[in-house]
């Protein structure tokens, strides 16, 4: 989903603060133009462009006309919401990224049964990883804003190493929670297909049977950003 063009989130979010998000709230384009700090017509042009991507809609009573936030206008305040929490406040416990399932490349089961990547996963991360990874795309972002903060921390590292015939890349782990209630671990690799709308995710189960998950079922992937913190189910 795409999010609103940066010069509509001022409108959003003031429509937010007047509490367009639980009921329709009656505000002229003059009122709504000194608030943001526009003229009328570019308050006007922002109503109208606003409903017209989904983020809002008017309601007539009468000759009163409202305003309010749809779900998807809800869901884009509350992901900027998450990005500046998770900015300003430096390095979080957490953070909650979501996503849509998909079926990867296959290569997966693969490099997560090697000998070598294995038994560092069973030493590291505490289980012994299901042959495959659980494949998240990630379609706003907000989102994917958040998949790349993970490459700017240190997370659990797994190193690379050789076999003789080749060599491997070195990965690191983020323990994490799925749905709130699978235990697994989100991993980003040195040398993989994907690039930051993906996110790749280890268990000691078959997440997809374990979870009833098929191709673009939503999930929400709560990722531990320390070593020291557990992931608890229900948390």
Do not use: W
């Amino acid at each position: 989903m795409d999010e609103p063009k940066s010069s509509l989130l001022p409108t959003l979010l003031e429509l937010l603060l007047l509490g367009a998000k639980d009921r329709p709230v009656e505000i002229s384009t003059v009122e709504l133009a000194a608030k943001i700090g526009k003229s009328q017509q570019a308050a006007s042009k922002h109503l109208l462009e606003l409903e017209k991507d989904g983020y809002l809609e008017r309601m007539k009573a009468g000759s009163v006309t409202g305003v309010k936030l749809t779900p998807r206008g809800i869901d884009s305040v509350t992901g900027l919401y998450r990005v500046l929490k998770a900015s300003l406040e430096g390095t979080p416990p957490t953070l909650e990224i979501k996503g849509e399932i998909f079926s990867g490349l296959g290569e997966g089961g693969y490099y997560v049964s090697h000998r070598g990547y294995r038994k560092q996963f069973v030493k590291k991360l505490g289980f012994d990883p299901y042959p495959g990874t659980l494949n998240v795309r990630l379609t706003s972002p907000v989102d994917r804003k958040l998949r790349g903060e993970l490459e700017k921390l240190d997370g659990i590292t797994i190193e690379g190493f050789e076999d003789g015939q080749r060599s491997y890349g070195g990965a690191k782990c983020f323990k994490a929670l799925i749905n709130g209630t699978a235990e697994s671990a989100v991993i980003t690799i040195e040398r993989t297909h994907y690039d930051d709308s993906v996110l790749e995710i280890l268990s000691p189960v078959k997440l997809r049977e374990t979870l009833k998950l098929q191709d673009k079922s939503p999930v929400t992937v709560m990722v531990y950003l320390t070593s020291d913190e557990t992931p608890k189910s229900g948390s």
